[in-house]
């Protein structure tokens, strides 16, 4: 075996374990040795991209390696893949000051498409200025190595010393391959708040807490795109124990759990692209003590409800927050959004893309949303006025009048008696009438 053919620019050798990018696809390699009756080293990988295997680790009959998927697993020589750079690398690779005109940016590229599809030249004004303000890499706090092969920090100590101001870091779909990697880099970067791993495949630590002390500090997490399940997030939250905003979207969650102990000062959760489908799953987060703002668009939600109280009672589920966005799910019935109104603050709705937006006219259902909601001040991002809400809910007296009374509604108080089934599907209209 030639270490020659393992060895990295930096001189590190590629070892089981490591990530490889081999034709622009990510792999982790599985075995490193000779595969009989050929010669010469080969590299088994699995690849992130189970289609692009041809096997399951075997060949002849003999297991050289095992993968999660029959066909994510292929040989290739070590010469074809490529073991990526340091951090320190890549941050002087991009950031780096530039002598030429263009600040390293290709002349080629500075063009724009008329609806024609002809190319038109534009001119780069203000490059070399923006690559001289970047390149004093000691002033830089918001950084990305986004798709550059990192692999790991490098020498140790040598980030910080480079960029010891970053607060902000971006490692997406890289070559690191373990949480440990990831808390070598950030253990040297003492103010970093926001960090971004989406797009890898990192090993858990064994004792995630061992680590807490390279996130002190942190109080944002973008984990998207990272196969993750709720348990392994969890167990990679609990490195970060002043977290506040987590995003964790393309994961094919499907469950949940109880979260309080590990995200107790989480303020913002991300659950967007996902396939979670029973809201009772989404209950599961409902203890979360300072929850203000929940994603969890473009998901499989049906319905919502909250079974702990009475139709006009407010529930004890998520008592702090104040933005629910649902967009792009498969909400039916007017029943799930009364059931907000039984959020004691929420203030903030989106619901675009649901097949209940189709039930009436735009003006109606919003006018519905705003007279169902007593606590909304937005919906879709637009606000809703006193006069709005005063309309909404005199249009919304009209509109069910005549079905109030039929169910038993009087104007007379004392006469006043409306079934229960009318009260489950008007739980406000009392209240407005009052």
């Known amino acids: 075996?030639?270490?020659?053919?393992?060895?990295?620019?930096?001189?590190?050798?590629?070892?089981?374990?490591?990530?490889?990018?081999?034709?622009?696809?990510?792999?982790?390699?599985?075995?490193?040795?000779?595969?009989?009756?050929?010669?010469?080293?080969?590299?088994?990988?699995?690849w992130d991209d189970p289609t692009r295997g041809k096997h399951n680790g075997s060949h002849e009959g003999v297991v050289y390696f095992y993968t999660s998927h029959p066909t994510s697993g292929s040989f290739v020589r070590p010469k074809k893949v490529k073991g990526g750079v340091t951090i320190v690398h890549a941050l002087q690779e991009r950031y780096g000051l530039k002598k030429d005109e263009y600040a390293g940016i290709q002349k080629e590229e500075l063009?724009?498409?008329?609806?024609?599809?002809?190319?038109?030249?534009?001119?780069m004004v203000g490059a070399k200025k923006v690559n001289l303000q970047q390149s004093q890499f000691n002033k830089l706090k918001k950084v990305s190595v986004y798709d550059m092969k990192v692999y790991a920090g490098g020498p140790e100590g040598e980030l910080g010393r480079l960029c010891p101001s970053i607060t902000d870091l971006d490692l997406t779909a890289n070559l690191i391959s373990s949480w440990e990697r990831v808390a070598e880099m950030t253990k040297q970067l003492p103010y970093l708040r926001d960090l971004t791993v989406s797009e890898n495949r990192l090993v858990l630590p064994n004792e995630p807490t061992a680590l807490c002390t390279s996130f002190s500090k942190l109080r944002n997490a973008t984990m998207n795109q990272m196969n993750l399940s709720w348990k392994e997030i969890l167990r990679c939250c609990s490195m970060f124990v002043l977290l506040e905003e987590l995003h964790v979207s393309y994961n094919n969650l499907v469950q949940l759990s109880d979260s309080r102990f590990i995200l107790k000062h989480l303020k913002n959760l991300d659950l967007m692209?996902?396939?979670?489908?029973?809201?009772?799953?989404?209950?599961?987060?409902?203890?979360?003590?300072?929850?203000?703002?929940?994603?969890?668009?473009?998901?499989?939600?049906?319905?919502?409800?909250?079974?702990?109280?009475?139709p006009t009672e407010k529930t004890s589920y998520f008592k702090k927050l104040k933005i629910l966005i649902i967009k792009s799910n498969?909400?039916?019935e007017w029943s799930s959004i009364n059931e907000l109104n039984k959020l004691l603050h929420l203030e903030e709705l989106e619901v675009a893309d649901n097949p209940i937006l189709r039930t009436f006219t735009y003006d109606t259902v919003r006018q519905l949303f705003v007279a169902k909601i007593g606590s909304l001040k937005l919906i879709s991002r637009t606000?809703?006025?006193?006069?709005?809400?005063?309309?909404?809910?005199?249009?919304?007296?009209?509109?069910?009048g005549t079905e109030w009374k039929l169910a038993g509604g009087n104007c007379d108080k004392l006469k006043n008696n409306p079934n229960n089934e009318f009260i489950t599907n008007h739980p406000r209209y009392q209240i407005i009438a009052d």
């Open 383 to 400: 606000p809703i006025s006193f006069e709005e809400r005063k309309g909404a809910e005199i249009d919304y007296l009209k509109r069910f």
């Open 330 to 332: 498969f909400i039916t």
């Open 273 to 310: 692209t996902n396939r979670i489908a029973d809201w009772e799953e989404v209950l599961k987060l409902g203890n979360l003590p300072m929850l203000e703002t929940l994603v969890i668009s473009e998901n499989q939600i049906r319905s919502i409800h909250f079974p702990d109280c009475s």
């Open 111 to 123: 063009f724009v498409l008329d609806q024609n599809f002809k190319k038109t030249n534009v001119e």
């Open 1 to 46: 075996m030639e270490d020659s053919d393992l060895r990295r620019s930096d001189g590190s050798i590629l070892q089981v374990g490591d990530r490889v990018e081999c034709d622009s696809h990510r792999a982790c390699i599985r075995f490193i040795g000779e595969v009989p009756p050929t010669k010469g080293l080969w590299l088994g990988v699995e």
